[in-house]
């Protein structure tokens, strides 16, 4: 089976500016996880979806962080304006089922620097 | 959110070479999970302990769950350069039901 797919793998901005974050699951998954990992530290979530409504955004900063799965499929994790600290990996990972038990499949994430 | 505190922090060994890398926490986990991440990619899942005092096999790597389900370690047997990644734990709070992961440990196997 396919895996997950983010897009872009790379990305540079400078701080005050915005970026957008692309993920599309792996099929049949109902579940979708935005998750942040700083360098030397493990992912924290910021957003859990199930199909496209939002089960957990408790760690999400609403301030500039945004996210959509509109139609249940793909997402797109947004920050406007970026600050310094947003400096990291934002990883998406996809369940078939929205149990924290159940094995979380990662794409390969996209590494965002913030000049 | 649990805290789940891995050690060390950094391993690095001969080829050949045992290991064994820990994941500690004061809470207790209904579920823990180790997953190994690659450079330039996600993590990717070895295994999930359920039961207090449970023992997995993975080939080379045998996983423990502590009696208590507070704690969990990992030990690689005759480490091969293919075992370099980061090894990171995840365990499912028993009260919360909430996944969090350990900061990792990087494990780095020379040719």
């Known amino acids: 089976e396919a895996g997950v797919a983010q897009s872009p793998r790379y990305k540079i901005i400078e701080k005050r500016q915005s970026v957008a974050f692309w993920c599309n699951p792996i099929?049949?998954?109902?579940?979708l996880y935005w998750y942040q990992q700083i360098l030397g530290q493990g992912p924290k979530l910021l957003i859990q979806?199930?199909?496209?409504?939002?089960?957990?955004d408790s760690q999400l900063p609403k301030d500039r962080f945004s996210a959509e799965r509109l139609k249940g499929v793909d997402s797109t994790l947004k920050i406007q304006p970026a600050k310094l600290e947003d400096s990291a990996v934002y990883l998406c990972?996809?369940?078939?089922?929205?149990?924290?038990?159940?094995?979380?499949?990662f794409g390969n994430g996209t590494r965002l620097t913030v000049t | 959110t649990q805290l789940l505190e891995q050690s060390p922090q950094f391993l690095s060994i001969q080829e050949g070479e045992n290991l064994t890398v820990y994941c500690n926490s004061s809470s207790v986990f209904s579920s823990l999970q180790w997953y190994r991440q690659e450079p330039g990619e996600g993590p990717v899942l070895l295994v999930t302990v359920v039961t207090g005092g449970e023992v997995k096999k993975l080939k080379r790597l045998t996983f423990q769950f502590g009696d208590a389900r507070k704690d969990s370690s990992l030990h690689i047997t005759a480490a091969q350069p293919g075992d370099t990644g980061l090894y990171l734990c995840a365990g499912v709070g028993s009260n919360d039901y909430k996944l969090s992961f350990g900061a990792g440990t990087t494990v780095t196997v020379r040719a």
């Open positions: 990972a996809s369940s078939l089922e929205g149990t924290p038990s159940t094995p979380l499949h």
């Open positions: 979806f199930q199909n496209n409504g939002v089960v957990d």
């Open positions: 099929s049949g998954h109902a579940t």
